[in-house]
Structures are given as C-alpha cells and as structure tokens.
C-alpha cells in the first residue's frame, strides 16, 4: 500500500517507496524534494523563507532556506541515505503578486530559490531538475518508487521533473 | 504567543471585524445595485502549516485580491472569489457583462482590483473610526491561481515572526448567489495586541 503524505507549510517530510510526497499550492515557497535512487527513499521540504538569520529565534527549522535544507538532507541519512546518491529536485518560487513600487524584500519567491540553491551548493548537492519563478502556483507529486517528481500547474500541462 | 485569546477578545475581534465588513458590504450593495449578506465573521487561528488548507482545496482555483493595510496595526487583506462570481463581479462594474465571460483581460483585472479598493476603503475606514488607530491601505494585487498558492505567498512572511496565523474570515453573498466571496483580514504578527489594545481588552 502505497500512502500519499501531505507536506505542509514549513513542514519536512521523509518516507520510502511506495509513497508519494505531496505538496499542494505552492506560491513563493519553494519545494525541494531529494531522493535516493539505490534505497528508494526521499524527503521534501516545504520552505517558507530564504534566511534564518532575520528572526530572533528559530522555532522551526523547516521555515527557511539555511535551516531546512540541512534538517533534510540529515533526516534522510539517518535512514541511511548518502550524500552522494541524492538526486535535488526544485519547485516553486513563483512571484504570484506584483504591487507598483515593489521594493526587493518584497520579492519573497525568486529570494527563496536563490538561497534554496545556495543551501544545497553549501552542501554539495546538485540540482538535477527544476521548475521554479514565473507567477503560476505549483502542486508537487514525489513518487519514492521512481523519484519522479511530477509538477502540476493551472491551465498549463504537469511537468515532469 | 497568539495561539490562545480569551472568549471576550475572540468577541471582540469578531465585533470589529463584523463592523468593518459590513461597511464593505454595504458598499458592495450599492455598487452592485443587489442585496449583499455576509456571515459573522469566524477568527481562526491556525498553525501555517494548515492556513493553507482551509479554504476549499487548496488546488481550487480562485481569484485573490490581496492588499496591505500600513499604520498602527500593519496587516493584510485578501478577497477570493470563484472565477466564475469574479467574472460576473466584473460585468456588473464594467456594465457590459457579455464582454467579460471567459477570460480575465486587462479591463476585467482593473475592475476586481477596483472592487478591492473600494471595499477595502469602507473596510479600514470603520475599523480605524472604531478602534481609533490610524490606518492606511496599499493600492492591490490581483492573482487567478490556486488557492493554497495565493495563501502560501501572503502567509509566507508571516514565518518570519511565529508559527500562528490568525485569519479574520468573512463571507459575503448575494441572495440570488451571483456573487459569493471570502474576505479575510490577516493581521501582522503584533498588530494583533495593539488591535486588542485599542478595544479596551488586553490580554
């Protein structure tokens, strides 16, 4: 039996093959889901933020870009993934609104696949596929058994990533 | 930190918001020339991790007008309708409903971005008489998406201060159901206690 576990804002998810990694709706948050091809697991994060320096305190790793992205990448080696089998998959980002004199904080989405991406340079992980910016909202469907990692939009054909 | 409020500042929340919405409403009426009922507004207060599920399903596609409200209580505003009550919303103001059925131009844009406008005015304009602190509203933002995306990028900066969402939800309808909306005041992270402040219940 195969179990399709929603991911929510800020939330980080781990599980293996057969089950599907969901996440519904993104705007600017970024989905980034990793997986390991040779034991058949894979996790997604859900993240909000691009920094974790902005806030006093962090009570959730899975908020921003520099906490996230390492929690992740750990929880999967603790069942017994290695770095060096991790395939990166990134979604989202979108700038879905835009307001005459946007000042760059404003840009929350096209910020958060930039430190998403920094994180995982940080790391040494390579991003093998990505669909990120525009200003369409994004679903994301991890499927563990395969790692394909399927992007659906509004009025616009999946994307297979 | 805001997860938990007391009966009477729940009461008090709901006042507000009720007095403010039905200004809007009231608005809204006359600018349609329709009768326009609204519910009671409900406060939520959810975790972010679920602000995004609430409304329908998150991957139902909706019109959202989204504006910020700057002063003494910093918030956000938002409206979602349905394409098809945002379409008709749209006929009516441009008068020429057979011109905007399918597609969401330029002019139809304008108009729903102009309803926001005009509701968030009355809106803020009560709130602030009421509870005496200054308010001013952004010019607004239209989105057609799915709704989970439309709430995602409006709540995500939230995270910056807290883990809660407080959403204010009031819904609005005509009679005839032609039109059928949510609108939601969202306020910031503080803004919440300088609210409860002003109403005389502090926590």
Do not use: W
């Amino acid at each position: 039996m195969s179990n399709s576990i929603r991911v929510g804002m800020s939330e980080i998810a781990v599980s293996k093959s057969p089950d599907l990694l969901v996440t519904l709706g993104l705007g600017s948050c970024v989905g980034v889901c990793i997986y390991d091809f040779y034991i058949k697991i894979g996790g997604m994060a859900h993240i909000m933020l691009p920094d974790s320096s902005t806030t006093n305190e962090v009570t959730n790793n899975g908020k921003f870009a520099d906490t996230a992205i390492p929690a992740l990448v750990s929880q999967m080696e603790e069942k017994g993934s290695l770095k060096s089998r991790m395939v990166v998959k990134i979604a989202g980002g979108a700038q879905m609104f835009s307001f005459a004199g946007m000042n760059n904080k404003m840009l929350i989405g096209p910020r958060n696949v930039t430190a998403v991406e920094d994180s995982l340079n940080a790391l040494g992980l390579r991003i093998s596929g990505k669909s990120v910016g525009g200003n369409l909202g994004r679903s994301i469907f991890m499927d563990l058994s395969s790692g394909v990692v399927k992007v659906r939009m509004l009025n616009s054909p999946d994307i297979i990533l | 930190m805001v997860n938990k409020l007391t009966p009477l500042q729940l009461d008090a929340i709901r006042e507000v918001g009720n007095i403010g919405a039905a200004h809007a409403a009231t608005v809204l009426s006359q600018l349609l020339n329709r009768k326009v009922s609204m519910t009671v507004p409900q406060v939520n207060i959810l975790p972010l991790a679920e602000a995004c599920d609430f409304v329908g399903g998150p991957e139902e596609p909706m019109v959202g007008i989204y504006l910020r409200v700057f002063g003494g209580a910093p918030s956000k505003i938002l409206y979602l309708f349905p394409e098809d009550k945002a379409l008709f919303l749209a006929g009516l103001l441009i008068d020429e409903p057979e011109k905007c059925r399918n597609l969401l131009g330029e002019m139809e844009i304008s108009a729903l971005k102009e309803i926001g406008n005009i509701l968030t005015g009355a809106y803020v304009y009560a709130f602030s008489t009421f509870t005496g602190i200054n308010m001013l509203s952004s010019v607004p933002a239209l989105a057609f998406d799915m709704v989970g995306a439309i709430l995602n990028t409006i709540l995500a900066d939230l995270g910056e201060m807290g883990d809660y969402a407080v959403l204010i939800e009031t819904k609005l309808m005509a009679c005839d159901s032609s039109i059928d909306g949510h609108f939601f005041l969202i306020p910031d992270p503080g803004a919440l206690t300088t609210i409860l402040d002003a109403l005389g219940v502090k926590r």
